[in-house]
């Protein structure tokens, strides 16, 4: 048992502090942080590639080229690693149409420009799926009816909405096949209502994430030529 007097708060003081131009600039914090600034400053401005056209994610209804970009970006830089580290291929890709931030302008693709598309810290994953799942995320698809980034995946709707067509490397599913689909660990967790990769038989890391795998792919191709195409379309 204590006989110590515990200390009680009786009183808080507080006053308004104006932030705006009359607000005393403090020096030696400004000249701290300053090479740290221009540091990153000069990063986030270094030119790593070129579009001859802006990109949008609202181009168009079901397949877009910064959609299809950043899927097939993902493809081409994750494939090699998941081949090395775990001897298997990347069947597919797909990222959430939700995750695409910002638009590209025409012209200099900056490191910011990455940032801009992507500012999340997203991983990138490899969810090995049964054909069962594979056909959850094809109605996912075909029930939303919005671009989405895939990749190696083609889709062919009727006029009336529903599925006409579907293949994952210009081949039908096959039940005794398994299917590697590259996509981010939000999704994989079921983000933006994509459950069927809660459904993954096995999940394979890339270690790494999303935004530095266009940063890559930026540095890889000096100007990007991406375009809306068939991997996704309605016959009317």
Do not use: W
Not at 21 to 31: A, R, V
Not at 147 to 163: F, R, V
Not at 165 to 184: C, E, G, M, Q, R
Request: charged share 25%.
């Amino acid at each position: 048992m204590s006989c110590q007097n515990q200390p009680e708060l009786v009183k808080i003081k507080g006053n308004q502090i104006a932030i705006d131009s009359n607000l005393t600039k403090e020096t030696s914090l400004e000249e701290y942080i300053k090479p740290y600034r221009n540091a990153i400053q000069k990063e986030m401005n270094r030119p790593l590639s070129y579009t001859k056209k802006a990109m949008f994610k609202t181009d168009h209804p079901l397949n877009t080229a910064i959609g299809n970009m950043m899927a097939d970006a993902v493809f081409e830089m994750a494939n090699p690693i998941l081949k090395t580290r775990y001897k298997n291929s990347i069947d597919a890709v797909l990222l959430n149409y939700g995750g695409i931030r910002s638009g590209i302008n025409k012209g200099v693709i900056t490191t910011k420009t990455a940032y801009n598309i992507m500012p999340f810290e997203n991983m990138v994953v490899v969810a090995e799926l049964d054909t069962e799942a594979v056909k959850d995320l094809v109605n996912y698809l075909v029930d939303n009816q919005i671009a989405h980034p895939i990749s190696n995946m083609q889709l062919q709707l009727k006029s009336n909405g529903e599925l006409g067509d579907f293949k994952v490397n210009d081949k039908p599913l096959n039940k005794n096949k398994t299917y590697f689909i590259a996509t981010s660990d939000y999704l994989l967790q079921g983000g933006d209502n994509m459950d069927f990769f809660k459904e993954a038989k096995s999940v394979y890391e890339i270690d790494s994430k999303l935004r530095n795998l266009f940063i890559d792919y930026f540095k890889k191709h000096d100007t990007i030529t991406a375009t809306s195409d068939q991997r996704f379309v309605k016959i009317q």
